[in-house]
């Protein structure tokens, strides 16, 4: 396994967002989480990479056992530096250009020279045909292209692990298609990813196993034909049922 | 009387006035970033301690701030065996319009880096940066860009508030105007208070320029 997690729990003050939760991820696995909005698959995301911290549980990130409720700087770094994150708002640097977003994790995260920095980066937006846009800071550029240097921005640094969070939920919709077919390629490489998303039809086409998440728990889990198709559990059931998207 | 004459003698100021308005400004500067620092430690003791500077020198007009340093400095400085009565008096000027103008800085500095968004922050901790390098990449350069046109105008202000240093008998432009309006019994002081508002217009025109350059090199950059 890549990634275990083990009775990971988070509280929000009296609100408990994530009542225990066990997740296995094997190397080369794309797991789209799904579910209900505030369910708490986006602070289940931000739990992996610690931009939350969980009050209790463990996991184990390529076999290095970490404690969730006691984390040490140098474990938290050593986590954020194996994986990566896609934000639902892009959340590019807004003072960088587009190509600066890219090199900037390779030069201050990997300890790579800048220039060796920039031509990885410039390769990265190459084989995504934005090189054109090398120079341009995020204010010019469409939500959609800004989504999918997000997307360059965290593979490029080779991570084992990809985290999405909602990627294309802020965009308009004629532009969910180039994001959705980058997240595609990037599957179809064999890159380890968990899709926290409302695109059932992705789920369906890309996913190797899917989530359905709800109320802080993993209400059932299992291939995309087993979760649409054949769903086990009565929650399940009610969330598939109220999606108007065909998938 | 001659206008070049005029110009010439409260050009005579201009050095002072120079002076004062960079070197109060640096040192502002750099009280209102430590201070901003400060108030947003968690910790509360210097917490408290930041925002008492602010309370009390936004309590304080900035002339007497000026009068308080020249006079209340060297007792200060007294109690400890240090004698600085006799030191250059722009020191006392710098020392008041710095630690009046930090605390105006301050506000500029904090406001701005509270309304950077939180996700810039994440985004940079998400590609593995460590806080460091996070804040020095991509906080403190879109704070300074939002404090900008803050900045700016503290800037401005100061520039008007350098002509206060004439109660400590400094010689800058505002007191070379005086000068040479008593000289002349009084006799074209208009003149003389016009061509003086047209050279503190100048400075500040040169400072809007200045911080256009800014705002034009990063049209681009949306915060």
Do not use: C
């Not at chain 1, 739990?47 to 140098?74: H, R």
Request: no cysteine.
């Amino acid at each position: 396994m890549l990634l275990e997690i083990k009775s990971l729990k988070k509280k929000f003050a009296n609100n408990t967002v994530l009542k225990g939760i066990n997740l296995s991820i094997k190397a080369g696995e794309v797991v789209v989480i799904i579910g209900p909005s505030g369910s708490g698959k986006t602070t289940l995301l931000r739990n992996i990479n610690f931009l939350e911290q969980a009050d209790s549980g463990t996991m184990v990130f390529k076999d290095k056992q970490l404690n969730l409720a006691n984390l040490s700087n140098e474990e938290i770094l050593w986590v954020r530096r194996h994986t990566a994150m896609v934000f639902q708002n892009y959340n590019l640097f807004k003072n960088k250009t587009a190509i600066e977003n890219i090199s900037e994790g390779l030069i201050f995260g990997q300890n790579r020279s800048k220039k060796d920095a920039l031509q990885l980066a410039k390769k990265a937006l190459d084989s995504v045909g934005l090189l054109d846009k090398q120079d341009f800071y995020p204010a010019q550029l469409s939500g959609g292209q800004q989504q999918r240097i997000g997307i360059v921005r965290a593979t490029v640094l080779n991570p084992d692990i990809v985290l999405f969070d909602e990627p294309t939920s802020a965009l308009d919709p004629e532009l969910v298609g180039t994001v959705l077919y980058d997240m595609k390629q990037l599957a179809d490489q064999g890159q380890t990813m968990i899709v926290v998303t409302h695109q059932m039809s992705f789920a369906r086409n890309v996913a190797s196993r899917v989530v359905f998440f709800a109320d802080g728990e993993i209400i059932e889990t299992g291939t995309p034909s087993e979760v649409f198709d054949h769903p086990k559990n009565k929650r399940t059931k009610q969330f598939l049922s109220a999606i108007a998207e065909d998938y | 009387m001659k206008v070049s004459k005029v110009i010439v003698t409260l050009l005579n100021g201009l050095p002072e006035t120079l002076s004062l308005l960079i070197a109060s400004f640096f040192f502002a500067s750099l009280i209102g970033l430590g201070m901003a620092w400060l108030y947003l430690r968690k910790n509360p003791i210097l917490s408290a301690l930041a925002k008492f500077y602010l309370g009390i020198v936004r309590g304080t007009p900035p002339l007497l701030m000026l009068l308080l340093s020249y006079f209340g400095l060297p007792k200060l400085f007294t109690l400890v065996g240090i004698n600085i009565n006799d030191w250059a008096k722009i020191f006392f000027g710098i020392v008041g319009l710095s630690i009046g103008w930090g605390a105006y800085l301050e506000e500029a500095f904090r406001s701005a880096y509270l309304s950077v968004d939180k996700g810039q922050y994440e985004a940079a901790l998400s590609v593995g940066m460590d806080a460091k390098h996070a804040f020095f990449q991509i906080l403190m350069p879109q704070t300074f860009l939002i404090a900008l046109p803050n900045i700016e105008n503290l800037l401005i202000g100061l520039v008007k508030a350098t002509s206060l240093v004439y109660v400590m008998g400094m010689v800058d432009m505002y007191s070379e105007a005086t000068d040479l309006s008593n000289q002349n019994q009084g006799i074209y002081q208009l003149e003389i208070f016009i061509i003086l508002a047209l050279l503190y217009w100048l400075i500040v025109l040169l400072i809007e320029w200045v911080f256009r350059m800014f705002h034009r090199y990063y049209r681009y950059v949306e915060i």
